[in-house]
C-alpha cells in the first residue's frame, strides 16, 4: 500500500515523501544526504553497497523479489525500494567533483510537462555543471518516478528547486544574472511565412541560410499576439542570434520551453529585464522544432564552453597581463 500510493503526487506533496527505486538511485541518494525511513529489499546482498550507517536509522522490510516486481515500474527490477523524506536542497551534500565543475551557468524550465523531456534535461544539466535547475509551475513534478529514471542520479547532483512562480525565480538568480531565453520564433521568417510553429520551445529554427546573421530587435514592443493568438498581451521582442555565437556572460541563465506552449511572456519579460538575447538553434528549412531536452542539451553545453573559454582567457591574462 505504501509503495502503491507513494507514486502519487497527492501523496508526495501532503506527506513530504519520495519513493526511489534501484541501487544507484538509493545509493546517490543515501551519499548526498536524503533521509531514508523504509527501504524494502529482497535478498540482503543488496544492502552490501549501500552506507551501513544511514541504513541503521531506517526501517529495514525483506520481502519477496515477486513483490518488487509487481510494484516495480522498471522493467528489469533491481530488488531495492525505497520511501525517503522528500530531499531539501538547501540540506543536501552535493558530489565534490560537481562543485568543483560547477559553473556560474542556470537553467530555469517553463512548462516542461514530459516526465522524460524533464529527467533528460536535468542530466543534461548536471553534465553540463549548472549551478541550479529552477522549475516554474506548470512544469511535471521532478520526483516523478519517470522523471527520476531519466534523471539517472542527477537530482543528487545539483539544486533543483520546484514549482516557483515568476514574481519568485528572479530572487533564486544571482545578482548580475542575464537570462537567455532559447527558442524558433525567428524575426526575419515571421516576415516571409504566415504562421511559425512554437514547437519546442528549446530549439529555434532559422530558415533560409544558416550563415545569415539574425537581425537584432527592439526590446520591447507594442501590442502583441502570443502563441495562442489572443491580441493585447504584450510581450518583449528580444534581440535574437545563434546560440553557437557570443552570449554566455558570468553569470547567465538559459530559459527552456515546453514543447506545447513554447516560452510564456513571462519568461521573455524576465530576459528583456537582464538584457538577455534569444538563441536560436538552426535547423534545416521544413524540418519541425527540436525536442526541447535536445535543444538544452545543445545550448546548455554550448554555454560551458563559452564560459570555460573566457575562464581560460582571463587566468590567461593574469599571467601575462597587456602593458
Known amino acids: 500500500k505504501v509503495v502503491t500510493i507513494a507514486k502519487s503526487k497527492k ?20 551519499e548526498a544526504g536524503a533521509v531514508l525511513q523504509t527501504l524494502f529489499f529482497s535478498t540482503v546482498g543488496h544492502l552490501k553497497e549501500l552506507p551501513e550507517a544511514e541504513l541503521k536509522r531506517a526501517n529495514l522490510v525483506k520481502v519477496k523479489f515477486e513483490d518488487i516486481k509487481s510494484w516495480s515500474d522498471l522493467v528489469t527490477p533491481q530488488g531495492l525500494i525505497g520511501i525517503f523524506s522528500k530531499p531539501d536542497h538547501a540540506k543536501m ?18 512548462n516542461i510537462r514530459d ?12 553534465g553540463a555543471g549548472c549551478e ?14 519517470k522523471v527520476l529514471r531519466a534523471g539517472m542520479g542527477a537530482h543528487f547532483r545539483l539544486p533543483i528547486i520546484a514549482n516557483l512562480d515568476w514574481e519568485s525565480v528572479p530572487s533564486n538568480l544571482p545578482a548580475g544574472v542575464q537570462v537567455c531565453v532559447a527558442d524558433n520564433k525567428d524575426p526575419d521568417a515571421q516576415a516571409e511565412t504566415a504562421s511559425v510553429p512554437r514547437g519546442a520551445a528549446g530549439a529555434g529554427s532559422a530558415p533560409g541560410n544558416p550563415k545569415a546573421p539574425v537581425k537584432s530587435k527592439p526590446k520591447a514592443a507594442p501590442e502583441h499576439k502570443d502563441e495562442e493568438g489572443v491580441a493585447g498581451v504584450c510581450v518583449p521582442e528580444l534581440a535574437a542570434q545563434y546560440y553557437y555565437e557570443n552570449w554566455a556572460q558570468t553569470p547567465v541563465a538559459v530559459v527552456v520551453g515546453g514543447e506545447t506552449h513554447g516560452l510564456s511572456p513571462d519568461a521573455l ?4 529585464s537582464t538584457g538577455g538575447k534569444r538563441l536560436v538553434i538552426p535547423v534545416v528549412p521544413g ?24 575562464h581560460k582567457q582571463e587566468d590567461e591574462r593574469q599571467k601575462f597581463p597587456v602593458v
Open 115 to 126: 516526465p522524460g523531456n524533464l529527467g533528460t534535461i536535468l542530466r543534461s544539466a548536471a
Open 132 to 145: 541550479k535547475v529552477l522549475l516554474t509551475k506548470g512544469c511535471v513534478d521532478p520526483w516523478e518516478p
Open 93 to 110: 551534500s552535493y558530489p565534490a567533483a560537481q562543485l568543483t565543475s560547477s559553473l556560474p551557468l542556470l537553467l530555469i524550465c517553463d
Open 287 to 310: 524540418v519541425d522544432s527540436l525536442n526541447s531536452a535536445i535543444a538544452a542539451g545543445i545550448v546548455l553545453f554550448e554555454g560551458k564552453r563559452q564560459l570555460l573559454r573566457r
Open 269 to 272: 519579460h524576465l530576459a528583456a
Open 11 to 30: 501523496f508526495r506533496d501532503h506527506h513530504r515523501k519520495v519513493l526511489l527505486e534501484g541501487h544507484r538511485l538509493i545509493k546517490d541518494a543515501l
